[in-house]
Nanobody, 123 residues
Framework: QMLLVESGGGLVQAGDSLRLSCTASGLAMRPFAMGWFRRAPGKEREFVAV????????TYKDSVKGRFIISRDNAKDTVYLQMNTLKPEDSAIYYC????????????????WGQGTQVTVSS
């Protein structure tokens, strides 16, 4: 079993930046693709970004391209989501997840999930 714990969420103003972190334990993160999802109030959970096991490739939701950057440090079993130029519509609970697939974007392909961290962006 892999335990994932997110941190770094908070309340910020539009245009600000935040960096989310997610640390894995129980299983080494290295073999897994790591992803970030989010769920806004009243909406379905949606894909945000995913990074390959070695950090060589990544994919983003269109609305965050150019603003968010996903990265990982396998030596620290930690994946990051740098969020820049935040908008009110980015407000959501952000979840970290791990997958044995190469670069999945569907939540169905992720096996382990964190509990989430709240991000609120005020206008």
């Amino acid at each position: 079993q892999m335990l994932l714990v997110e941190s770094g969420g908070g309340l910020v103003q539009a245009g600000d930046s935040l960096r989310l972190s997610c640390t894995a334990s129980g299983l080494a993160m290295r073999p897994f693709a790591m992803g970030w999802f989010r769920r806004a109030p009243g909406k379905e959970r949606e894909f945000v970004a995913v990074i390959a096991w070695n950090g060589a490739d990544s994919t983003y939701k269109d609305s965050v391209k150019g603003r968010f950057i996903i990265s990982r440090d396998n030596a620290k079993d930690t994946v990051y989501l740098q969020m820049n130029t935040l908008k009110p519509e980015d407000s959501a609970i952000y979840y970290c997840a791990s997958s044995r697939s190469d670069l999945p974007t569907s939540s169905a392909n992720f096996q382990y999930w964190g509990q989430g961290t709240q991000v609120t962006v005020s206008s």
